[in-house]
């Protein structure tokens, strides 16, 4: 089975500054997507970025990218330009790319606590 | 933008009793989902549900769980009698097809259920 690990409970950054968001995932499986989700206070899921396991350049929505390293099976997410509105909680997700098998659902990491400092 | 829409916002409920969460996916959108979030923890899969029928259950959704799309429109989840460790936020979320382009789960605000 898949696992998404988020090594860090909580981060802390200023306010225009760049913060980057760790995660881990075990997978045996080469092909698979990858995705950050942001839950702010009000608790719904925000999608905020996703990759596809097998294409090599690295995902960018407007401040927000990811660096994803597959040999380390690492994909954390930067943030620049940090602004008061980030702050959330921010979980890292895979997705089997198998067809069929059932393989359908989304692993969740436990999510990193973003605080952003006025 | 198109948007998935839950109900209840929150719902309280005694122990032992049934409910059902409503979802109304996007309308174009093939897969259905439920996730679970026990408050402070990560989000868990409960199941997934294509062309009227479950694709894929974790070991979360026993058999109190049920999931229905009675009229075409609606997705809902039925907990038959309900405990105190059933208390979670339930999502939503659908997805269109297959590719990356469909890979952007929309979820729904989700509903908090509390046992009581």
């Known amino acids: 089975a898949q696992t998404v690990t988020q090594s860090q409970p909580e981060m802390s950054v200023q306010e225009a500054e760049t913060v980057t968001l760790s995660c881990t995932y075990d997978t045996s499986e080469s092909d698979y997507y990858l995705f950050w989700y942001k839950q702010p206070p009000s608790r719904q899921m925000i999608l905020v970025i996703r990759?596809?396991?097998?294409?090599?350049q690295n995902a960018t929505e407007n401040r927000f990218s990811v660096n994803f390293q597959k040999a380390a099976k690492s994909f954390s997410l930067k943030i620049s330009d940090s602004q008061l509105g980030d702050a959330a909680m921010y979980f890292c997700?895979?997705?089997?790319?198998?067809?069929?098998?059932?393989?359908?659902?989304?692993?969740f990491g436990k999510g990193t606590h973003l605080i952003i400092q006025p | 933008e198109p948007e998935v829409t839950q109900t209840p916002s929150h719902q309280v409920t005694q122990m032992g009793q049934e409910v059902i969460l409503r979802c109304v996916p996007i309308?174009?959108?093939?897969?259905f989902y439920w996730y679970r979030q026990i408050l402070g923890q990560k989000v868990e899969f409960l199941v997934s549900?294509?062309?009227?029928?479950?694709?894929?259950k974790s070991e979360i959704f026993d058999d109190q769980f049920s999931v229905e799309r009675p009229d075409g429109s609606n997705f809902t989840l039925k907990i038959r009698s309900t405990k105190l460790e059933d208390s979670a936020m339930y999502f939503c979320?659908?997805?269109?097809?297959?590719?990356?382009?469909?890979?952007?789960?929309?979820f729904g605000s989700g509903t908090r259920l509390t046992v009581v």
């Open positions: 979320a659908s997805r269109a097809g297959w590719g990356l382009a469909n890979y952007g789960y929309t």
């Open positions: 549900f294509y062309n009227n029928e479950i694709s894929e």
């Open positions: 997700a895979y997705r089997s790319a198998s067809s069929g098998g059932g393989a359908d659902g989304l692993t």
């Open positions: 990759q596809e396991a097998y294409k090599q």
């Open positions: 309308s174009n959108h093939l897969y």
